[in-house]
């Protein structure tokens, strides 16, 4: 499997926004995002590109354009400081694969 | 309630074996996709195995010939055995469930820790 590209680290003020980008994965692919604080599992929060599971605040969402995948975190709250991941499924080979993002650090100034 | 109760991680030298569990309740594994995901301390996540509902099964290069994946449909329990191996498998364990290819993994364990080293 191969790795989709994340920069390792955001920063972003209490009240404002934040957004991770995802490059790498095949055009067209739907992207996951999941969020991960320290010493816990991963917790999806973004799937399909843009959908939010129940119980995912509004202030997450996602969007998808040619190979460049972005969550956007609104209005962020100290809360929010975690890892976040992306994820894609490759359909280039004739099996099933699946590749993460390195991970983004999001941290609350 | 939904929970995955992974066990079965620790210490153990190269070369070696270990067998990890995944506990399922509030779903039938046997109906679902489940899959072995890791994390190496400080780094990302790596998908490391399949089972689809079928039976099938599917591994990540790093781990093919080493790692299999099974169920256990009357203990509702998901296993990874692990054989030969190295500091490179030293990494938190994840079980996860998804509903098919190109899905994401909806419910996750907690993970379990397996530490590789003399």
């Known amino acids: 499997s191969y790795v989709l590209s994340q920069p390792p680290s955001v920063s972003v003020a209490p009240g404002q926004t934040a957004r991770i980008t995802c490059g790498g994965h095949?055009?067209?692919?739907?992207v996951h995002w999941y969020q991960q604080k320290p010493g816990q599992a991963p917790v999806l929060v973004v799937y399909?590109?843009?959908e939010r599971p129940s119980g995912i605040p509004e202030r997450f969402s996602g969007s998808n354009s040619g190979s460049t995948a972005t969550l956007t975190i609104s209005r962020v709250e100290a809360g929010d400081e975690a890892d976040y991941h992306c994820?894609?499924?490759?359909?280039?080979?004739?099996?099933?694969?699946?590749?993460f993002g390195g991970g983004t650090k999001l941290t609350v100034l | 309630e939904v929970q995955l109760v992974e066990s079965g991680g620790g210490l153990v030298q190269p070369g070696g074996s270990l067998r990890l569990s995944c506990e399922v309740s509030?779903?039938?594994?046997?109906?679902?996709?489940m899959t072995w995901v890791r994390q190496a301390p400080g780094k990302g996540l790596e998908w490391v195995s399949f089972?689809?509902?079928?039976?099938?099964?599917y591994y990540a290069g790093s781990v093919k010939g080493r790692f299999t994946i099974s169920r256990d449909n009357s203990k509702n329990t998901l296993y990874l055995q692990m054989n030969n191996l190295s500091a490179e498998d030293t990494a938190v364990y994840y079980c996860?469930?998804?509903?098919?290819?190109?899905?994401?993994?909806?419910?996750w364990g907690q993970g379990t820790p397996v530490t590789v080293s003399s």
């Open positions: 996860a469930r998804f509903w098919g290819s190109y899905r994401p993994f909806d419910y």
């Open positions: 509030g779903f039938t594994v046997s109906d679902n996709y």
């Open positions: 089972i689809f509902s079928r039976g099938s099964t």
């Open positions: 095949t055009v067209g692919s739907n």
């Open positions: 399909d590109d843009s």
């Open positions: 994820q894609a499924w490759d359909s280039t080979n004739d099996r099933p694969d699946v590749a």
